[in-house]
């Protein structure tokens, strides 16, 4: 949610600042906005929509300088404007903010600083704080200072930078809930909300934990703790390749991702190491539950998770919304085992509800996708998914990767229990290191059929997806990728729960999506499609099973692979199915409406 950059050095940072907010747009984009400090001035341009409609503004080629800030936004207060666009500055523009995150008590802030006769123009929660600085500075404190003092009064989530015309030769910042890194280069330094943004210009970082706060020179960055004593903070390289946040030749990150799963899975088993989460027999023995906690998609991979845990360890796992888990007073202790799923590391409601599994003396666990985020450095252990960075805001190769860590994650637990037979786990084994040889075979031929199914159905208003068991949880997942980018409504259930109300919605032509990968389950899940088939609805099977043709519209047909690891290849079809309905609607599929990659808001 927003997109911060910052630059000070012997650059100019106009060029600098548009590309960091190129790379940050997945995080926000209806509107984007810089400040840069030039011939002692602040000038702040910024307008409603993309960051290619703040390159367009005709007077962004009179501004650059050797200092400035940007951002690009998910409006939470106030609707997207030129005017609730950040860099939000102080009426005397001696101040300018950048924003990521919500200020709770923006209200009280406001009425204490109208009092002061302090005047707004937005209707954002951002706006106070540019001018509660310069209360505190008009009050005799410096530029460090007057922020301090500042955030010392906000109430909520922040990610700040501070650029002032009074003291141009630095940019101030604070954090509080919300992600931000710092960039190192020689004679010049780098502010952003992730890596990858800043990942053109240097692969040294450092991190700032909650309610630090740092002084960022062209040539040095001081930080601060929580009551502005100096520390120190190493800084640390990362690896990450910058081609990998190119779209390396496809229209779409999206589709690029997709196309990438053989080997973000790959990459994902063959990185992994279990030894050191220090689980032992008799550790898991103890344990009255396993709570799997995640948002969204990391949530649906969570749910595939609970049935290989419970089935192959026999130990009770329960799946719960992070934005649900933190306020229902779940019941958890030192004998749970809480596993936090996230493919940014930096969701605000799965970290709420790690933080609150750990004052409950659980032990955590945070599966992430990405290194030194929010999330790894409060879970007591933390296993990677290697799927490299996933920009497209609809996720495909991340959860793919989380269901394949969590499935070797299973095995691993259920050797160390002795609970499932040999044959059973070598034929897993086997499988799951298969997945991407798998995965390669179901391509050949997939995308044209998928096109002519797409060509078919892209114009419904409603689409229904359903499954039983583990299907059942590809149907949620497989759904959700057309709700967000394709903006059709569509509804999953479990088969055999439709006839207990939503069949009454099925009428002659609505489209219903099956997937049937558990030979167990083939013939109640034809039942159920005989249902709706009376019923008039066309219909779409995704399968591993030899069906009759003639009983369905469309078969597309699966490799086949151990029930238990189905989720991996069944959701591939849904995936690129959402993705071309939506190129066929000529929507932006990287970008959809209304959504960011990152929530880092409750
Ligand atoms: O970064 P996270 O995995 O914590 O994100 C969780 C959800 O916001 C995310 O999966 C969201 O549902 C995706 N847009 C789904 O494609």
Not at 24 to 35: M, P, Q, V
Not at 114 to 127: A, C, G, H, P, R
Not at 370 to 397: F, H, N
Not at 458 to 479: F, H, N, P, Q, S
């Amino acid at each position: 949610m927003c997109g911060i950059v910052g630059y000070i050095g012997n650059n100019l940072s106009k060029k600098i600042l548009l590309n960091g907010l190129t790379n940050l747009e997945y995080r926000g984009y209806d509107s984007a906005g810089i400040s840069i400090l030039s011939n002692g001035n602040i000038h702040t341009l910024k307008t409603k929509g993309r960051v290619k409609d703040l390159i367009d503004l005709s007077n962004l080629d009179k501004v650059d300088g050797y200092c400035g800030i940007a951002h690009t936004r998910w409006a939470t207060h106030g609707e997207p404007s030129d005017i609730n666009s950040h860099p939000h500055n102080n009426q005397n523009n001696t101040f300018s903010v950048v924003h990521n995150g919500i200020i709770e008590n923006y209200s009280d802030l406001k009425n204490f600083l109208v009092s002061k006769n302090y005047k707004f123009i937005s209707q954002t929660d951002t706006e106070v704080i540019p001018n509660l600085i310069d209360y505190y500075y008009k009050e005799g404190n410096d530029f460090l200072h007057s922020v301090y003092k500042a955030c010392k009064h906000l109430k909520g989530s922040y990610a700040i930078c501070v650029i002032s015309s009074i003291f141009p030769d630095k940019i101030i910042v604070a954090r509080k809930s919300s992600p931000l890194v710092l960039g190192k280069g020689i004679n010049e330094n780098f502010i952003g909300s992730d890596i990858p943004a800043l990942l053109e210009y240097t692969k040294s970082f450092y991190f700032i934990n909650d309610n630090e706060f740092a002084e960022v020179l062209k040539n040095n960055i001081i930080f601060y703790d929580e009551n502005l004593s100096k520390i120190e903070k190493k800084c640390k390289e990362i690896n990450i390749d910058f081609s990998q946040i190119n779209k390396n030749g496809y229209d779409d990150y999206m589709l690029k991702e997709i196309y990438e799963q053989p080997k973000s899975i790959f990459r994902t088993l063959n990185n992994l190491n279990f030894e050191n989460l220090n689980i032992t027999k008799e550790y898991l023995k103890s344990l009255k539950k396993i709570y799997i906690i995640a948002c969204g998609t990391a949530m649906h991979a969570g749910l595939v998770s609970k049935t290989l845990i419970e089935n192959l360890c026999k130990i009770n796992v329960e799946v719960d919304l992070a934005s649900e888990f933190r306020y229902r007073n779940p019941i958890i202790d030192s004998n749970t085992l809480a596993i936090f799923i996230s493919q940014s590391g930096e969701t605000a409601d799965t970290i709420a509800a790690l933080e609150l599994a750990k004052v409950s003396n659980a032990q955590t666990i945070a599966v992430t996708n990405v290194p030194e985020s929010s999330i790894t450095r409060i879970a007591d252990k933390v296993l990677y998914t290697s799927a490299g960075p996933e920009i497209a805001v609809a996720s495909t190769k991340a959860y793919t990767s989380q269901i394949s860590l969590m499935s070797y994650f299973s095995l691993y637990l259920a050797k160390l229990l002795n609970s499932i037979n040999d044959d059973l786990l070598k034929e897993l084994e086997t499988d799951l290191n298969n997945i991407p040889n798998k995965i390669k075979e179901l391509f050949d031929n997939l995308d044209s059929q998928i096109k002519d199914i797409a060509k078919k159905i892209y114009l419904e208003k409603d689409i229904y997806y359903i499954g039983r068991g583990l299907d059942y949880y590809v149907a949620l997942e497989g759904a959700l990728k057309l709700k967000e980018i394709s903006y059709i409504h569509a509804e999953a259930y479990a088969s055999g729960e439709l006839k207990h109300g939503t069949i009454a919605l099925i009428e002659n032509n609505t489209t219903v999506i099956s997937i049937i990968t558990n030979p167990l389950l083939v013939e109640k899940s034809i039942s159920n499609i005989q249902e709706v088939i009376s019923r008039g609805a066309k219909t779409i099977i995704i399968t591993n099973q030899s069906l009759n043709k003639n009983e369905f519209n469309h078969i597309i047909k699966i490799p086949e692979i151990n029930s238990y690891l189905s989720p991996i290849l069944s959701i591939i079809p849904l995936q690129l199915l959402a993705y071309h309905i939506a190129k066929l609607k000529k929507l932006d599929v990287d970008k959809p409406r209304n959504l960011a990659k990152s929530v880092t808001v409750e």
